[in-house]
């Protein structure tokens, strides 16, 4: 049987054989403690770079150009408020935020899940902490969108680069388009923290695979067909 000793083994392993890193998680204290501060700064080092790399006026022109018609007097007052210095608050601060309040809530909808669980023995920290190690993917996400930035010769360059594993940055979807919000959340990194987060269901209480990944996937699934409604709206 595979053994994970300690925590950063665990940060490894989760790609490869998580299985055992949910075990090991499940029997561990503070582990977790690891992933998220891996996870959070891997998810915020690409925002950072990417405001310091972008066109500002040119980001500018694109943020305005998909909030409908506006006078010129609301484009300047728009653009003010638009400094690098807000992008970065916007990108890297309120980015952070909201993926430590998203964990909390998907934690929460575990704990729910899982309660009438006849070995429940796992409460809302427990699952709090498990859900940093399913985002871990997170970090091929960020590794792959530095790669980019460092070596991308064009300041006018798409937020999408952001998560390159989504459609919207495959299929070079504008943030104009009414499906870009679908698109961005469409990436093989959303189904790998899914597969992961099935995994680790199944390891942590006595539920079938078929209903963890039930569980896993039914937030996103009601998400991304929600967005998709109000696309064609």
């Known amino acids: 049987m595979h053994s994970v000793t300690n925590p950063l083994q665990a940060?490894?392993?989760?790609?490869?054989?998580?299985?055992?890193?949910?075990?090991?998680?499940?029997?561990?204290?503070n582990w977790s403690w690891v992933a998220f501060i891996v996870v959070i700064?891997?998810?915020l080092l690409p925002q950072y770079l990417f405001?310091?790399?972008?066109?500002?006026?040119?980001?500018?022109?694109?943020?305005?150009?998909?909030?409908?018609?506006?006078?010129p007097a609301e484009i300047d007052q728009r653009r003010a408020f638009m400094t690098r210095s807000a992008f970065m608050l916007q990108h890297v601060v309120?980015?952070?935020i909201g993926f430590i309040v998203i964990q909390a809530i998907m934690a929460l909808y575990l704990h729910l899940c899982t309660r009438n669980d006849d070995s429940h023995?796992?409460?809302?920290?427990?699952?709090?902490g498990f859900m940093w190690w399913t985002a871990m993917p997170a970090v091929i996400n960020s590794l792959v969108a530095v790669a980019l930035l460092l070596f991308w010769a064009d300041h006018q360059v798409s937020p999408a680069?952001?998560?390159?594993?989504?459609?919207?940055?495959?299929?070079?979807?504008e943030m104009s388009s009414q499906w870009y919000g679908v698109a961005s959340g469409l990436s093989l990194i959303?189904?790998?923290?899914?597969?992961?987060?099935?995994?680790?269901?199944?390891r942590w209480t006595s539920f079938s695979t078929k209903k963890s990944v039930i569980i896993a996937a039914?937030?996103?699934?009601?998400?991304?067909?929600?967005?998709?409604l109000f696309a064609l709206t």
């Open 41 to 43: 700064v891997m998810a």
């Open 161 to 173: 680069i952001l998560a390159p594993f989504s459609l919207a940055f495959v299929l070079g979807i």
């Open 94 to 96: 309120f980015t952070g």
């Open 51 to 71: 405001v310091n790399f972008v066109d500002i006026a040119w980001y500018q022109d694109l943020i305005i150009s998909t909030e409908g018609d506006l006078s």
């Open 218 to 228: 039914a937030p996103t699934v009601f998400f991304t067909s929600l967005f998709a």
């Open 11 to 29: 940060c490894n392993d989760i790609f490869f054989k998580p299985g055992g890193v949910f075990t090991a998680v499940g029997e561990k204290n």
């Open 121 to 128: 023995v796992f409460g809302f920290t427990d699952w709090y």
């Open 190 to 202: 959303t189904l790998w923290s899914i597969y992961l987060m099935a995994v680790g269901i199944a």
